[in-house]
């Protein structure tokens, strides 16, 4: 039992990631979102992290996310989605949960990189605590473990 036992993580998942399982799976794999949700769960109850899993194709809903992720301290996992390369209305609010020194990780289920172009800028990075791409569902484990990590070294310095 740690003093952030039962903290609440949200997983924010944007556009199209509702199509995980039928939408090219040689890319994303062949497991649906609720596959990730109930691993993203198992993974955040094996580290005391109660997760709830969300997902979105509207912007101002992921948006609005992030406001109630401040409003209520509660740190965050976000996979942008096609919101990544281009959305600063998203880059902003996800700046602020940084600026109210809570973690933002940053996952993509493949590596964006070696992609299309347009998929190399993400204008979420330079706001996210750290990203993870490239690890599949997995890449959403380890980013639970980050946030762990990171809790469990600021609850040290209290
Ligand atoms: C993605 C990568 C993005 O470029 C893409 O628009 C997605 C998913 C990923 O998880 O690999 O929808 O974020």
Redesign the pocket.
């Known amino acids: 039992m740690t003093a952030y036992d039962g903290v609440g993580v949200v997983v924010v998942n ?4 509702g199509r995980l399982g039928v939408r090219e799976p040689d ?2 794999g062949h497991q649906d979102l609720q596959a990730l949700t109930l691993e993203c769960r198992a993974w955040g109850e094996a580290l005391g992290l109660k997760v709830e899993v969300r997902q979105s194709d509207d912007e101002g809903e992921v948006i609005g996310w992030m406001h109630r992720a401040v409003d209520e301290r509660t740190p965050v996992v976000i ?4 919101f ?2 281009y959305s600063y209305g998203l880059a902003d609010a996800a700046a602020q949960v940084g600026d109210a020194g809570l973690p933002l990780m940053e ?6 990189a070696s ?1 299309e172009a347009f ?1 190399r800028l993400s204008v979420i990075s330079p706001v996210a605590t750290g990203t993870i ?1 490239g690890m599949g569902f997995y890449g959403y484990k380890l980013a639970l473990e980050a946030i762990a990590h990171i809790l469990k070294e600021k609850e040290g310095m209290d």
């Open positions: 944007g556009p199209n990631l890319v994303y996979n942008p989605a096609a990544t390369h996952v993509h289920i493949s590596n964006p992609r998929r791409t």
